[in-house]
């Protein structure tokens, strides 16, 4: 079987796998860091692209945030905006003038320049300026709420974790943790937020992952109701969480919180962090931050009491006749395991997708939503269904079932804490990484793989260096677009590739 995902792994990263004693191709995104074409060169002329007062810079270390940005390059004239790209170790950075991007630019060719401590590169953008994602366009409009996108959540996200990220930073007085393109919050303070932003965008919760991604809000002032996981007004601590319709509380097993949370369900916990920047971005006052932030540990169970909660996700703008639940489950399953996958009757191109933990259904929206596959626009959103039920099922157009059950296959990626270490989750690219294909097979053969099952074919080819001995290899594929490599993936992840055997037998698809 061929496994797809998208992936920047190096060829160190690779780990080889073979279900059912079968050699099999897998795709993984880019995660170097490089620009996405393979072979481009880090020397290339900057010149090429007309000046502009936006500049590219790519090549940045993992814990860089925005701060570290200005810091660096603020010599060379006043910055406008920043947009970070953290998972590609990429920014881009506007100045107010032509000539400090000039000067940048120039610099970062004739002499290294350094952002926290990497050397970085430098290329005119092309466009002429970063486009601002709210009504905010003017940071020293002094906005005092911000837009967090959390990227990758590996792990869960309350007001709590905020809180203890976003506090020492300033005093926060509100959160708000909203699903709708993937996880995101509203952080308010109480004067402008440009130092939170500066300090904590593109910075990891997480070692690794609960990538923050930060702009400014469109609202000035957040309204908040309750007082619980999704939601927290600090300046009012009597909203406490009401359910409404129901008499007296569950007996709770093991009490109102563990003990590590103090009275006020916010203080201290471990393990303690340091802060992403210098102390540069600590108050002032000795009293007001302590040296470390304190985050807190990663959960394994669901969040407490949350409600809304689900892992099942609804799957709308499905193309009618080239979507089924394998296929389904070829692109989901690079974000968790999958159970059950079934068509919905009523509602055309929709369907419902039950995942191993309501992480996984966090993780897919985050990187899933919007995206594009056979020239459809998908909608990736939780579902209020808690699972998913064999019933009504039907005949799809290419003549498969409407429902489908995942649970025994040996294809889910995230059956044990030692496979999902492996898994490195990475959005869609147009670069996949390749593994577990047989040395026999040869580039054209690739091609006719993809002439085969109609999908798009790849413009570059690489393939690592691999040991003799080897049984298998693995490389990258580099397409036009993203578009292309995930409808690669969707169509040929985990499919058999039929090799001659040493008794002149082929093995089939599965």
Same mark, same amino acid.
């Given at each position: 079987? @061929?496994?797809?995902?998208?992936?920047?792994?190096?060829?160190?990263?690779?780990?080889?796998?073979?279900?059912?004693?079968?050699?099999?191709?897998?795709?993984?995104?880019? $995660?170097?860091?490089?620009?996405?074409? $393979?072979?481009?060169?880090?020397?290339?002329?900057?010149?090429?692209?007309? +000046?502009? +007062?936006?500049?590219?810079?790519?090549?940045?270390?993992?814990?860089?945030?925005?701060?570290?940005?200005?810091?660096?390059?603020?010599?060379?004239?006043?910055?406008?905006?920043?947009?970070?790209?953290?998972?590609?170790?990429?920014?881009?950075?506007?100045?107010?003038?032509?000539?400090?991007?000039?000067?940048?630019?120039?610099?970062?060719?004739?002499?290294?320049?350094?952002?926290?401590?990497? &050397?970085?590169?430098? @290329?005119?953008?092309?466009?002429?300026?970063?486009?601002?994602?709210?009504?905010?366009?003017?940071?020293?409009?002094?906005?005092?709420?911000?837009?967090?996108?959390? &990227?990758?959540?590996?792990?869960?996200?309350?007001?709590?974790?905020?809180?203890?990220?976003?506090?020492?930073?300033?005093?926060?007085?509100?959160?708000?943790?909203?699903?709708?393109?993937?996880?995101?919050?509203?952080?308010?303070?109480?004067?402008?937020?440009? #130092?939170?932003?500066?300090?904590?965008?593109?910075?990891?919760?997480?070692?690794?992952?609960?990538? $923050?991604?930060?702009?400014?809000?469109?609202?000035?002032?957040?309204?908040?109701?309750? @007082?619980?996981?999704?939601?927290?007004?600090?300046?009012?601590?009597?909203?406490?969480?009401?359910?409404?319709?129901?008499?007296?509380?569950?007996?709770?097993?093991?009490?109102? *919180?563990?003990?590590?949370y103090s009275d006020n369900g916010y203080g201290s916990h471990c393990p303690l962090l340091p802060l992403p920047s210098n102390n540069r971005y600590k108050r002032s006052s000795p009293h007001d931050a302590q040296e470390v932030v304190a985050y807190p540990l990663p959960q394994t169970s669901s969040y407490m009491g949350h409600a809304s909660s689900s892992s099942v996700a609804m799957v709308s703008g499905l193309h009618p006749a080239k979507m089924n639940c394998t296929r389904i489950f070829n692109l989901f399953c690079l974000y968790g395991n999958i159970e059950k996958v079934k068509f919905m009757k009523s509602v055309p191109g929709t369907a419902l997708v039950e995942m191993g933990d309501e992480y996984a259904v966090d993780r897919a929206?985050?990187?899933?939503?919007?995206?594009?596959?056979?020239?459809?626009?998908?909608?990736?959103?939780?579902?209020? &269904?808690?699972?998913?039920?064999?019933? &009504?099922?039907?005949?799809?157009?290419?003549?498969?079932?409407?429902?489908?059950? !995942?649970?025994?296959?040996?294809?889910?990626?995230?059956?044990?804490?030692?496979?999902?270490? #492996?898994?490195?989750?990475?959005?869609?690219?147009?670069?996949?990484?390749?593994?577990?294909?047989?040395?026999?097979?040869?580039?054209?053969?690739?091609?006719?793989?993809?002439?085969?099952?109609?999908?798009?074919?790849?413009? #570059?080819? #690489?393939?690592?260096?691999?040991?003799?001995?080897?049984?298998?290899?693995?490389?990258?594929?580099? !397409?036009?677009?993203?578009?292309?490599?995930?409808?690669? $993936?969707?169509?040929? @992840? *985990?499919?058999?590739?039929?090799?001659?055997?040493?008794?002149?037998?082929?093995?089939?698809?599965?």
């Open positions: 079987r @061929n496994f797809l995902s998208h992936s920047n792994q190096t060829k160190s990263n690779i780990r080889p796998s073979y279900p059912c004693g079968i050699p099999h191709l897998t795709f993984q995104p880019n $995660l170097t860091g490089v620009p996405p074409s $393979l072979l481009q060169d880090n020397g290339e002329d900057a010149h090429r692209i007309a +000046p502009s +007062p936006v500049v590219h810079v790519r090549g940045l270390c993992e814990s860089v945030v925005e701060g570290d940005l200005v810091e660096a390059l603020e010599k060379f004239g006043n910055i406008c905006y920043v947009m970070m790209m953290p998972f590609k170790r990429q920014a881009l950075v506007e100045f107010e003038a032509m000539e400090s991007a000039d000067q940048c630019v120039t610099c970062g060719v004739n002499e290294a320049v350094y952002i926290a401590g990497q &050397q970085a590169f430098f @290329n005119y953008s092309t466009s002429k300026r970063i486009t601002r994602p709210t009504n905010a366009d003017d940071p020293s409009s002094g906005n005092k709420v911000l837009l967090l996108s959390i &990227q990758n959540p590996l792990y869960p996200i309350t007001t709590d974790v905020l809180y203890t990220v976003c506090n020492p930073i300033g005093n926060v007085l509100r959160i708000v943790i909203f699903k709708r393109n993937g996880i995101q919050a509203m952080v308010e303070y109480p004067f402008w937020s440009q #130092k939170a932003k500066s300090a904590l965008n593109g910075a990891d919760i997480y070692a690794g992952c609960c990538t $923050l991604k930060i702009e400014y809000a469109r609202p000035t002032r957040l309204n908040v109701l309750r @007082n619980d996981n999704d939601s927290w007004d600090y300046t009012k601590p009597f909203l406490v969480r009401r359910e409404r319709g129901k008499g007296r509380q569950r007996q709770a097993i093991l009490g109102e *919180h563990p003990s590590s929206i985050t990187h899933l939503n919007s995206i594009k596959v056979f020239s459809k626009r998908l909608n990736v959103c939780v579902s209020k &269904q808690h699972a998913v039920i064999p019933s &009504q099922v039907f005949e799809l157009e290419d003549g498969s079932s409407s429902y489908k059950d !995942f649970a025994m296959t040996r294809n889910n990626r995230f059956s044990s804490v030692g496979q999902a270490s #492996k898994n490195i989750i990475q959005p869609p690219a147009a670069v996949l990484h390749f593994y577990n294909v047989p040395p026999c097979i040869t580039e054209d053969e690739l091609q006719r793989l993809c002439t085969e099952h109609d999908v798009p074919g790849f413009i #570059k080819f #690489k393939v690592f260096d691999a040991k003799p001995s080897s049984k298998t290899i693995s490389g990258l594929f580099e !397409f036009d677009n993203k578009t292309h490599a995930v409808e690669v $993936l969707t169509v040929l @992840n *985990h499919h058999q590739i039929r090799i001659p055997s040493k008794y002149g037998v082929l093995l089939q698809r599965e």
